[in-house]
């Protein structure tokens, strides 16, 4: 064991809080089902584990009792309490906080507990620090049970085992205050950074707006005059294009089926080709020379679902992309699940250079209809059945244009619009995606565009980077700040202090000279 500085004694934290009501050093709360809204400021609410948070009390995040409920005073929430969550995933269960002021009214639920330091040993905000210490999360996460990391409960009888370091009480006055002053340093440089962050999404915004209004592109378009195409004529283009493209796949198809018959029928049938469906088109002139906005399912395929086959790390012929692999704009394929696929199921889910994959259905309607671009490595992969496939079919429509437009406020605005939620999950449908109107110019405006963009979005994504990993550097300082805390390293030690063995021991004496509560009969009211 680690010799300890002077005056400190390490202790078990069942040691160094108040009995409550209920005689015990823990109060669990209460789960009552509640109204989805939070509670009014004259209502009793309870308050739910997103309140807790590392360091921090949110008392908004509450649920309004049902008035049809009687509240229960003895799980009130008080200033001066250290909150617990006990019951949840992995990274939720075992947050703990200091409630520094609250509200009336607001009762613990049931994935959570109280405990109240002893103030004659043990300052309320030196514990709410050291239980968010690393090395503290590590030994309470070994306390942790349960079958999976979705669903873990820490126990009273665990948690009471924690060891907790405990200094003399003016020691632990001094580490909090050195403490909060080096964290509220951090914190405006957390601040500052994240500030940064919001700034680069709203110029990401911005930029999008600004080249699918033409207005980027606006220079460009009067050096170039003999490269647009008057709106109308674009649109009967596309039109042209799309019942040719028909004609001829027609065309192959009784070819093929005349070669079928003619060689005995052997192997199986050419599949006849679908008529792409009546879309209806409202062509807008967009006031800019060469613009025009028409429906997407005028220049792609029909959109193409993936497949649900069961997919593992562990084998299989074929590298298969789910929502994971969704990247910002581009695949991810560093967590690449595999299965097996025979030969007309490989080409069925096949992805080609061009292709877009987008999310179909997912509980976030954020993430509904966020594509990613195929490039030439991704081509050996195949996709799964939450996403959905499209497939540039018309000379009028670069898909590097495509993956950008998708990612424009507006054009979000239609998808998440036509998405349907059914049991908090957001869908939408091949067909929805085809009446989805984009913003289309001249195929040699829209290289411009990307050109400019993919310049631009790649900056910003550097800057976005580096805030990022910053803000990973202000998290490992403060676990930093803390260690040296809680090793005695941060503050000097004063001889004139108490030292805590003769805290606890004085408080051991009143312990055991108050009164037992009286235990109730099994049963009893």
């Known amino acids: 064991m ?261 060689g005995g029928e052997e192997g199986k049938k050419p599949a006849k080709p679908k008529r792409p469906r009546d879309i209806p088109v409202t062509s807008i002139d967009l006031g800019l020379n060469g613009w025009a906005k028409i429906p997407l399912g005028l220049m792609i395929d029909t959109p193409s679902y993936g497949t649900s086959k069961k997919c593992d790390y562990d084998g299989g012929a074929y590298g298969v992309l789910r929502i994971p692999n969704i990247g910002a704009g581009r695949i991810d394929a560093t967590d690449l699940k595999k299965a097996d696929f025979d030969d007309n199921e490989a080409e069925q889910y096949s992805l080609i250079e061009g292709d877009i994959l987008t999310v179909r259905s997912n509980g976030s309607l954020s993430i509904v209809g966020k594509p990613a671009l195929v490039t030439a490595q991704d081509t050996g992969n195949l996709f799964a059945g939450y996403l959905i496939r499209i497939r540039a079919n018309s000379d009028s429509l670069r898909p590097q244009y495509l993956a950008h437009i998708m990612t424009e406020p507006h054009i979000r605005g239609q998808i998440e619009a036509k998405a349907k939620s059914t049991s908090g999950v957001n869908n939408i449908s091949a067909k929805e995606l085809q009446d989805v109107n984009i913003p289309i110019c001249s195929p040699a405006e829209q290289t411009e565009i990307t050109r400019i963009l993919d310049e631009r979005l790649s900056a910003a994504d550097t800057m976005k980077a580096e805030i990022d990993d910053a803000l990973k550097r202000a998290e490992v300082l403060r676990q930093s700040i803390l260690k040296q805390a809680f090793s005695g390293k941060l503050v000097p030690q004063d001889p004139d202090d108490e030292p805590a063995a003769a805290l606890l021991a004085r408080i051991k004496v009143e312990r055991e000279a108050a009164p037992k509560a009286k235990r109730k009969k099994r049963g009893a009211a």
């Open 2 to 262: 680690t010799e300890l500085p002077t005056g400190w004694v390490e202790t078990q934290i069942s040691e160094l809080v108040e009995l409550q009501e209920n005689g015990k050093p823990f109060q669990q709360g209460w789960s009552p089902q509640c109204e989805s809204r939070p509670a009014e400021d004259d209502e009793w609410g309870v308050v739910k584990t997103t309140a807790i948070q590392h360091g921090e009390f949110w008392a908004h995040e509450n649920k309004a009792l049902p008035t049809n409920l009687d509240p229960k005073p003895l799980i009130e929430i008080k200033s001066g309490d250290v909150l617990m969550t006990c019951a949840g995933p992995r990274n939720r269960c075992g947050v703990a906080c200091l409630v520094k002021t609250t509200r009336n009214k607001l009762m613990m639920s049931g994935k959570m507990y109280r405990f109240r330091p002893n103030a004659e040993a043990l300052n309320p905000q030196f514990l709410s620090y050291f239980i968010g210490e690393h090395e503290t999360q590590l030994r309470i996460n070994e306390m942790k049970t349960g079958i999976s990391d979705s669903g873990l409960n820490l126990t009273h009888g665990r948690f009471a085992l924690l060891p907790v370091l405990v200094p003399p009480l003016n020691e632990q006055r001094r580490i909090v205050d050195k403490i909060e002053a080096m964290f509220e340093r951090v914190d405006k440089g957390v601040e500052n950074l994240q500030a940064a962050r919001a700034a680069l999404g709203l110029y990401r915004q911005s930029l999008l707006n600004s080249a699918f209004e033409g207005r980027l592109t606006a220079d460009w378009r009067a050096a170039n005059a003999d490269k647009l195409e008057d709106p109308k004529a674009l649109l009967a283009r596309i039109q042209t294009e799309r019942e040719a493209r028909y004609a001829t796949a027609l065309h192959d198809w009784q070819t093929a089926l005349e070669d079928w018959r003619s």
